[in-house]
């Protein structure tokens, strides 16, 4: 039995194999030759081009908000990943099976079966991202009581409640870790009139980026074009900046808790008020976001373990028991 689980992500796409676990994480980004059409290079060796490249060389990432924005490019892009994940595959088309957000519509899920059969798969199958990640969270989602998670990642955030196998309510905001970038891009060239690009902006939210302002402040220099001299100059920014400067996009993914929990049946919304908001995806490393959850809804929060790679493990785990998980969970072709 040959399968293989991708979380096709708008920032990153990982890879896992049953029995190996996780083989591949790499950037979703594709670098492309204007004149002929021919893919250079995908993944990190592509990320390392952007805002460095030619003309004559178009980095994209064919993700953009958790949709598939460039047929063609993500095809390429998945049978890149398929090929590099096994030589297992060489011989034996493999199962696939992807994560997809929950609010996709039947055109984009077509788009996403079609990208993975061109990649040469046997099968495809297709999951919901907030499902997959509570499988990989280690949440019992087949018991009859309510569980929420919430899933942030590159180009989107979704929120679930799951009972039963099933989603019971779900949102999703095209808000997640590349809007906190250009938010920081934004707020340093109009506090500090400092060019930087987004490369820069997602090491300082990495490294400082906080939910919450802390008494105590972490600095950063970062280098950058003086928009007044238009030489390069670099600057210290602290972490309390970058707190302001994400707020916004921040409060726009906790309102989709309240919307949710507004149109969740009463039991369900004991149980989530019981067990708290399970936190999953890359946004979930954003220090003290469980705090400023807490705060904001009065629901406990808390950081899913190694939230990064819950949608993946949940890919695995759906491999592992494919019979059971046919019924409920999955749409195949």
Same mark, same amino acid.
């Given at each position: 039995?040959r399968?293989?689980?991708i979380?096709?992500?708008?920032?990153?796409?990982?890879?896992f194999?049953?029995?190996?676990?996780?083989?591949?994480?790499?950037?979703?980004?594709?670098?492309?030759?204007?004149?002929? &059409?021919k $893919? +250079?290079?995908? !993944?990190?060796?592509?990320? =390392?081009?952007?805002?460095?490249?030619?003309?004559? /060389?178009?980095? @994209?990432?064919?993700?953009?908000?958790?949709?598939?924005?460039?047929?063609?490019?993500?095809?390429?892009?998945?049978?890149?990943?398929?090929?590099?994940?096994?030589?297992?595959?060489?011989?034996?088309?493999?199962?696939?099976?992807?994560?997809?957000?929950?609010?996709?519509?039947?055109?984009?899920?077509?788009?996403?079966?079609?990208?993975?059969?061109?990649?040469?798969?046997?099968?495809?199958?297709?999951?919901?991202?907030?499902?997959?990640?509570a499988?990989?969270?280690?949440?019992?989602?087949?018991?009859?009581s309510? &569980?929420? $998670? +919430?899933?942030? !990642?590159?180009?989107?955030? =979704?929120?679930?409640?799951?009972s039963?196998?099933? /989603?019971?309510n @779900?949102?999703?905001?095209?808000?997640?870790?590349?809007?906190?970038?250009?938010?920081?891009?934004?707020?340093?060239?109009k506090?500090?009139?400092?060019?930087?690009?987004?490369?820069?902006?997602?090491?300082?939210?990495?490294?400082?980026?906080?939910?919450?302002?802390?008494?105590?402040?972490?600095?950063?220099?970062?280098?950058?074009?003086?928009?007044?001299?238009?030489?390069?100059?670099?600057?210290?920014v602290?972490?309390n900046e970058?707190?302001?400067?994400?707020?916004?996009?921040?409060?726009?993914i906790?309102?989709?808790?309240?919307?949710?929990?507004?149109?969740?049946p009463p039991?369900l919304?004991?149980?989530?008020?019981?067990?708290? /908001?399970?936190? @999953?995806?890359g946004?979930?490393?954003?220090k003290?976001?469980?705090?400023?959850?807490?705060?904001?809804?009065?629901?406990?929060?808390?950081?899913?373990?190694?939230?990064?790679?819950?949608?993946?493990?949940?890919?695995?785990?759906?491999?592992?028991?494919?019979?059971?998980?046919?019924?409920?969970?999955?749409?195949?072709?």
């Amino acid at each position: 039995m040959r399968s293989i689980g991708i979380d096709l992500g708008t920032t990153n796409t990982v890879v896992f194999l049953p029995q190996k676990g996780i083989v591949i994480n790499e950037p979703s980004v594709v670098a492309i030759s204007v004149l002929d &059409n021919k $893919i +250079l290079a995908v !993944g990190t060796e592509a990320k =390392e081009m952007i805002g460095r490249a030619p003309e004559s /060389i178009i980095v @994209s990432r064919p993700l953009v908000d958790g949709a598939i924005a460039d047929y063609r490019v993500t095809g390429a892009m998945l049978r890149y990943f398929i090929k590099k994940a096994g030589g297992v595959f060489r011989f034996f088309k493999p199962e696939v099976l992807i994560s997809v957000p929950a609010g996709i519509t039947s055109t984009e899920r077509r788009a996403v079966m079609e990208a993975g059969l061109r990649a040469g798969s046997k099968e495809v199958y297709l999951v919901k991202e907030p499902v997959l990640a509570a499988i990989g969270a280690k949440i019992p989602i087949n018991s009859a009581s309510g &569980n929420m $998670i +919430l899933n942030i !990642g590159g180009g989107t955030t =979704e929120l679930a409640v799951i009972s039963l196998g099933g /989603i019971v309510n @779900s949102q999703s905001v095209r808000i997640g870790g590349n809007k906190l970038d250009q938010a920081i891009v934004e707020y340093i060239k109009k506090k500090h009139s400092l060019a930087i690009g987004e490369r820069t902006a997602e090491l300082i939210k990495i490294n400082i980026g906080c939910a919450i302002k802390l008494p105590t402040e972490e600095k950063i220099s970062i280098k950058g074009r003086d928009l007044t001299t238009g030489y390069p100059k670099t600057i210290e920014v602290t972490s309390n900046e970058i707190t302001e400067a994400i707020a916004d996009q921040l409060r726009e993914i906790i309102q989709i808790i309240k919307t949710v929990l507004e149109v969740t049946p009463p039991e369900l919304c004991s149980d989530i008020m019981d067990k708290g /908001i399970v936190i @999953s995806g890359g946004g979930a490393l954003l220090k003290h976001i469980d705090t400023l959850i807490t705060k904001i809804t009065g629901v406990p929060a808390r950081i899913a373990d190694d939230p990064l790679f819950c949608v993946a493990r949940g890919t695995g785990i759906v491999l592992e028991n494919l019979s059971a998980y046919k019924k409920n969970v999955m749409t195949k072709r």
